[in-house]
Nanobody, 124 residues
Framework: QVQLVESGGGLVQAGGSLRLSCAASGRTFSNYARGWFRQAPGKEREFVATISWNGGSTNYADSVKGRFTISRDNAKNTVFLQMNSLKAEDTAVYYC?????????????????WGQGTQVTVSS
């Protein structure tokens, strides 16, 4: 059974940092792009970051560029999101996803497996 499980979320003060991880099991995702998305209450899911199959390419939403870093460890079938200088507007449920192809994408339609999400709350 394919599973993606996010961890590392929690409550942090504005300006602080969190490191999210997403471990996949049941299938190797090393040949596919990975992504992070988030959804705040009352808002649509939005793109956060994406990484190509081998980590050679990364892309970020403008809102997190310079603050967040996506990385992956294919040997562990895991993708990470390092979040620094957190702001109150970063508060959301963060979702890990597997891409349909090897290249990066901003669009949720290009991802076919999703984790259950982990809550990130940033207090101001």
């Amino acid at each position: 059974q394919v599973q993606l499980v996010e961890s590392g979320g929690g409550l942090v003060q504005a300006g602080g940092s969190l490191r999210l991880s997403c471990a996949a099991s049941g299938r190797t995702f090393s040949n596919y792009a990975r992504g992070w998305f988030r959804q705040a209450p009352g808002k649509e899911r939005e793109f956060v970051a994406t990484i190509s199959w081998n980590g050679g390419s990364t892309n970020y939403a403008d809102s997190v560029k310079g603050r967040f870093t996506i990385s992956r460890d294919n040997a562990k079938n895991t993708v990470f999101l390092q979040m620094n200088s957190l702001k109150a507007e970063d508060t959301a449920v963060y979702y890990c996803a597997k891409g349909r192809s090897s290249g990066t994408s901003y669009y949720s339609v290009d991802y076919d497996y999703w984790g259950q999400g982990t809550q990130v709350t940033v207090s101001s």
